[in-house]
């Protein structure tokens, strides 16, 4: 097989909001922009939905037999035109398709290609919800790969047509059962070859083309993470008349996954996941970086010593599973499922998106499960999501029997909902001290859920909170968005997760910042800042060297809040993150004192600052750092936000002040919720008994809108929520 790069010599063309919808019968008669690929839709410099159609001829041969367009993602649904007849479509904007050359084409030598995508809501394929920017346009590379007539097929599921599913028998010995898909094989036989990770050849067979074949290593080195990330290497050939006509080469890892309600085990030992979280995006780059870039993401992953990636929210570059195996992290791979209707269409796209989610990546060891959906009760939980999750489940155990499902469900989810019943492993997304609560509720909650529900597989998905690197604050606080707050939570919450040792796990939202079109917060725009790096990946934010001395064997010392550089009181907190016993701390020129680290940070309080400038110099063994801090008269007003931007945080889904307490019920429950406890629907009548008549005896109960919202809805005649959730504050929701 060969393959053509086809980025370059595109004519692009962005459709009016008012054209047909129809493909337009002549593209070629369109104006047109040159561009090379990868390309992203964008209105006035920014992001858009919308539709567009890219154009390109391409230049073939008329002796070629087969060629296959190859199209890496193409965001978010596409029809595709060769010579002005249709030759395919896809729906789903991050997984790799196939489109085949029409033999008409081929034998023309040169042909004309037409795209047309359309990125607009399409409520019949996911996501059409989420806190991040759907891009439109062609993300990822396109080529085109000229085979034989006789081939592995490549527009199987977008795979090479060879499914590799490797596993340990109970015995020790390794299983290697491949599932070829072969395209006029009748003459041919298939040749494989296996090298260890050594690079040494340890097996060869040849045998006729079939459906199927199994291969035993004896006692094969296993996968074992970033303890040792031992790849094998599979070659697949197809051999016709004593020639290789067609070859396909996977690399695999042999390894073992268990879970249950005491955690994780790989290869039988257990392993606490230390993981982040992770978009495709950066400033740079939009949804398009480049192999180097995603390069550079991995280097920052693996310098902060995190052992897990939680690759959000959708099928990501092949590059970055690769790095994955490589470095040996165990990765969450995901379907873009961020809100489940009841269409049917939906479901099946869905269903689509995770077959080839599976099949394109099954061979990699890192991908330690899948996820099937992500917060998908932020608006009720309802049967038919259940129903749906089982099918998505049962799809994996179908496609990939040895591996885990998994779910990632949103805080007020119950625990005894079946959510948490359907998948293997089971995620939370939650943000106490940011979007509700105290930072210090995490612990009690997690005791709370693991004593009603000791058998769920639990971990953390999402925890984290915003940073503003140009906001700081003397005492952090919620809703300053400063950079201070952002470390001094982490401080506080990521050890009530590690002292849970039944928990799997956790990943941190997120260790990039990254675009998400419908924000608007934090004196940032367009971008979650959740982050422990920058958009850009040019800063590491205070937070960042946080895990760095949690997770990390590197010697390293970071003086804190350098960027706080203008002070206005006497004294100030010096504050310090590192992986050593002990630190040394010097204010212009003179010795302050020495503390003993602990939880990966070393506080000085209370240090005098003199008017002007002030030198703070910190070391640790070998390791020093240092910065300015400038004493003077009045607070600098840049580091806080306007006076306009105060409140509490926003929470992005409901964009609600928070009246939760934890554990009980609250004006932010659902009115279905409410209404289902006995107590709660009490208080509801006493205060507003017109309105539950109308929702209970017409059945309109809203059950994706929080009680408040409908309380608010008529703001002249709206009850005192105070008094209402004071009284719901009582009432245990358990």
């Not at 087969?66 to 993602?73: D, G, I, V």
């Not at 310090?576 to 020129?589: D, F, K």
Request: charged share 25%; net charge negative; glycine share 8%.
């Amino acid at each position: 097989m060969k393959e053509i790069s086809l980025n370059s010599g595109w004519i692009f063309d962005a459709l009016p909001e008012d054209a047909p919808e129809a493909f337009p019968e002549s593209p070629a008669e369109l104006p047109g922009t040159p561009v090379s690929l990868p390309h992203v839709f964008s209105r006035d410099g920014k992001p858009c939905r919308g539709r567009g159609i890219y154009s390109r001829l391409v230049e073939g041969d008329a002796s070629w037999k087969a060629a296959y367009l190859s199209f890496e993602a193409v965001d978010q649904c596409c029809r595709i035109r060769i010579d002005g007849a249709e030759a395919g479509h896809h729906e789903g904007g991050y997984s790799r398709f196939r489109v085949p050359v029409p033999e008409s084409a081929l034998r023309k030598g040169n042909f004309r290609v037409d795209v047309l995508v359309d990125n607009r809501l399409n409520e019949h394929v996911s996501p059409h919800f989420g806190d991040f920017t759907v891009f439109g346009g062609i993300l990822r590379p396109v080529s085109l790969l000229v085979c034989d007539e006789t081939r592995f097929d490549r527009a199987y599921f977008g795979t090479d047509g060879l499914i590799l599913r490797a596993s340990v028998d109970g015995n020790g010995s390794g299983l290697v059962r491949l599932e070829p898909h072969i395209i006029g094989g009748e003459q041919a036989s298939l040749r494989i070859s296996l090298l260890d990770p050594a690079g040494s050849e340890i097996l060869l067979e040849e045998s006729p083309c079939v459906p199927s074949l199994s291969l035993r290593v004896p006692s094969p080195r296993r996968w074992r993470g970033r303890e040792d990330p031992a790849l094998y290497s599979l070659r697949a050939e197809l051999i016709r008349d004593g020639q290789a006509v067609d070859r396909v080469s996977l690399s695999f890892g042999f390894r073992g996954l268990a879970a249950d309600g005491t955690g994780l085990r790989l290869n039988g030992q257990p392993v606490f996941l230390r993981g982040v979280a992770k978009h495709q995006d950066r400033a740079d780059a939009g949804p398009a970086p480049s192999p180097e870039q995603i390069r550079g993401d991995f280097d920052l992953i693996g310098e902060i010593g995190a052992n897990a990636v939680r690759l959000s929210h959708y099928q990501h570059p092949q590059a970055a599973y690769d790095e994955c195996d490589r470095r040996g992290l165990l990765a969450w791979a995901e379907i873009p499922m961020l809100k489940m209707t009841e269409d049917p269409a939906l479901q099946e796209n869905a269903l689509l998106q995770l077959t080839e989610l599976v099949l394109q990546n099954i061979h990699h060891p890192s991908v330690f499960c899948w996820g099937i959906q992500n917060e998908i009760a932020m608006f009720r939980d309802a049967p038919f999501m259940h129903e749906n999750c089982r099918q998505l489940h049962q799809r994996i155990r179908e496609l990939d029997p040895g591996r885990l499902s998994a779910s990632a469900n949103l805080y007020p989810l119950k625990p005894a909902s079946k959510l948490n019943r359907i998948t293997d492993i089971v995620g939370y997304n939650v943000y106490f001290g940011w979007y509700y609560g105290e930072m210090q509720d995490f612990g009690p909650w997690l005791d709370r859920f693991h004593e009603a529900q000791p058998d769920v597989c639990l971990g953390i998905t999402e925890y984290g909170v915003d940073a503003n690197l140009s906001l700081h604050s003397e005492s952090p606080k919620l809703k300053d968005y400063s950079e201070e707050y952002q470390l001094l939570w982490h401080e506080t919450v990521y050890p009530q997760i590690e002292a849970r040792t039944w928990l799997w796990g956790s990943f941190i939202w997120n260790m990039f910042d990254f675009s998400s079109d419908r924000r608007d917060e934090g004196g940032q725009k367009g971008v979650n800042a959740k982050g422990l790096v920058t958009h850009d990946r040019s800063t590491r934010k205070d937070a960042f060297y946080y895990y760095k001395a949690r997770w990390s064997e590197e010697p390293f010392l970071h003086l804190c809040a350098k960027r706080f550089q203008i002070r206005a009181r006497e004294c100030a907190d010096v504050k310090c993150c590192t992986n050593l016993p002990a630190v040394r701390l010097e204010v212009n020129g003179y010795f302050f004192g020495e503390v003993t680290v602990s939880n990966g940070t070393a506080l000085f309080r209370d240090v005098p600052l003199r008017m002007g400038e002030n030198r703070i110099s910190v070391s640790a063994g070998a390791c020093a750092d240092a910065c300015v801090w400038t004493r003077a008269a009045e607070e600098e007003p840049s580091y806080r936000l306007p006076e306009a931007e105060g409140g509490p945080v926003r929470n992005w889904f409901l964009e609600e002040d928070t009246f939760r307490r934890e554990g009980y019920f609250s004006v932010e429950d659902t009115a279905n919720d409410l209404l289902e406890d006995p107590a709660a629907r009490k208080v509801l009548e006493a205060y507003v008994p017109a309105l539950v008549r109308v929702m209970t005896e017409q059945n309109v109960i809203p059950l994706g809108l929080a009680m408040k919202s409908i309380l608010t809805h008529d703001p002249e005649n709206a009850p005192d929520l105070k008094k209402i959730n004071s009284e719901l504050n009582r009432i245990p929701n358990a």
